[in-house]
């Protein structure tokens, strides 16, 4: 099944349609100076939520697209009485994991990196979690992306709206298509994931112009 949660969405007051500039997803992460995400440099915007449940996943803290606290042991300092408060600590070990962000917000950040895109041939790559749980609002960003002159990828299972991701592949110069597991029985049982879906998805894109890469994991 598709995961039907979306980004946060403000509907316009008259005739009901989406605002463009008023669109909100949640991301925990923006990675600057990537090298493995795509040609050149990348600035690599990390989407929360992804309905699968992968056991070695990378970033499992974006799995749930609720807001969470967490406490890294590496940064705590032990205090004697832990307030458990993102504001309050003193090392930042304890830290929440997600914000809201708009797509004029996460223009203004990926434009500070403009001079790598330059220099390298680089890029903005979208990634997760799983961006088709920000469909609406991916497809937004990265029209007004191309439409700024920028080079852009994306990084999905493909375990999502397929329409949404045959969208977003209209504006896009890279597709990092991750196959998570290629047997059909194995994948709905370990990681819940509907590969007659996923290969369908895949076959479509191909027939886009997007150039696709398949990265096995």
Known sequence: MSCDCQASEILGSESGELVASQLKARVFNIQRYSLNDGDGIRTVVFFKGC???????????????????????????????????????????????????????????????????????????????????????????????????????????????SKQLGEMAQYCDEILFDFKMMDETRAKEVIGINLDKVLSSFTALMNTLARSFLDYR
């Open 51 to 161: 309905p699968l449940k992968c056991p070695w996943c990378a970033n499992p803290e974006s799995r749930s697209i609720d807001l969470v606290n967490i406490r890294r042991e590496a940064k705590c300092l032990h205090c004697d009485v832990c307030e458990q408060d993102v504001d309050e600590c003193p090392s930042g070990a304890f830290e929440q994991v997600g914000y809201d962000v708009t797509v004029d917000e996460l223009l203004k950040e990926i434009a500070k990196d403009d001079v790598f895109y330059q220099t390298s041939g680089g890029g903005v790559t979208l990634s997760g979690g799983e961006i088709l749980v920000h469909g609406r609002f991916c497809i937004e960003l990265l029209k007004q992306l191309k439409t700024l002159g920028y080079k852009t990828a994306i990084e999905t299972s493909g375990h999502g709206n």
